[in-house]
């Protein structure tokens, strides 16, 4: 049985994934019109909905980012008004409204700060857009996104990087700065409007040092990358491309061991978990809380 999706009630950080229904080699997202249209929607939700964009990128069969999800809080009427002429312009916007009672004004407040309804909203609405643009019909998006939290800043920062230098390690470009689909690309030209300022990411250092703080972490991870690959060919397993780090998308939560203990003893104590379960161990001080299927709750 499939456990329900796990999300905090609090201010928190999630690494989302979402990819591509269909063959290996559909890559839809390759197309400058196709993800340019994509980031110009994720761009245009984050600025709805009850977060902050931290760190995007996108490749042919899927998308990562990073969002703060902030806590629910009631919003003013008016604010609210702005937020639904923002998702749906002022003529559906108009209409919308008119039918809300009390009710539904509170129902759209609490949607503005949940994390399935922002991605059901943004994937719902590029898929809608992509098929009509190409005359298809059908799935566009595969399973279900993911969404593993990112319980401190050690795991943001690492999972940035992660995230930032997919496309180098998928050997499409040389410096992470140079894919375009992507907030490095963005951050390296000073273009931050919609983004998270890097001063509040990298709080160990002076705030006019956090870009270059920021630029470090990008090229120690490609440093491990490009490491592993050469590690990868002696042993002979030839065009390796580094590793793929699978628990940065897999599972329910990433942090310090700390961290991840305390949402182990949160789970266990809710009786989500019938076995025993500890906080695994991974790269640096990052350890991660994985799911068990088969004793999950529905």
Not at 185 to 199: A, H, I, K, V
Not at 243 to 258: K, L, P, V
Request: aromatic letters at 12%; a positive charge; one cysteine or more.
């Amino acid at each position: 049985m499939r456990r329900a999706r796990h999300k905090n009630n609090e201010s928190t950080y999630y690494h989302v994934l979402t990819r591509v229904a269909g063959a290996p080699d559909f890559c839809p997202l390759e197309e400058w019109e196709a993800w340019t249209k994509l980031y110009l929607m994720i761009v245009h939700f984050t600025r709805a909905y009850g977060c902050v964009l931290v760190s995007l990128e996108i490749l042919g069969t899927h998308y990562h980012f990073i969002l703060w999800m902030e806590q629910f809080r009631k919003l003013t009427r008016p604010e609210l008004a702005r937020r639904a002429r923002l998702l749906w312009g002022e003529q559906e916007a108009v209409r919308k409204m008119a039918q809300w009672d009390e009710a539904g004004w509170e129902r759209f407040n609490r949607r503005l700060f949940d994390l399935s309804a922002l991605m059901q909203h943004l994937n719902g609405e590029y898929a809608k857009w992509y098929n009509r643009t190409h005359g298809r019909h059908g799935h566009f998006w595969g399973d279900r996104f993911k969404n593993p939290e990112l319980l401190d800043l050690e795991a943001v920062q690492k999972c940035l990087a992660y995230i930032e230098t997919n496309a180098t390690r998928a050997h499409l470009i040389d410096w992470p700065e140079n894919w375009e689909a992507s907030s490095t690309w963005r951050r390296f030209r000073g273009e931050t409007g919609d983004l998270m300022p890097l001063e509040r990411i990298f709080v160990e250092v002076p705030a006019e040092e956090a870009f270059e703080a920021y630029r470090r972490r990008l090229r120690e991870r490609q440093r491990v990358d490009e490491e592993r690959e050469r590690e990868a060919a002696r042993m002979g397993a030839g065009k390796a491309r580094g590793s793929r780090e699978r628990f940065f998308s897999d599972g329910i939560a990433i942090g310090t061991r700390e961290n991840v203990a305390r949402v182990l003893a949160e789970y266990q104590a809710d009786g989500h978990y019938l076995r025993r379960k500890n906080p695994i161990p991974q790269t640096g001080r990052l350890y991660t809380l994985r799911e068990q299927r088969s004793h999950a709750r529905g």
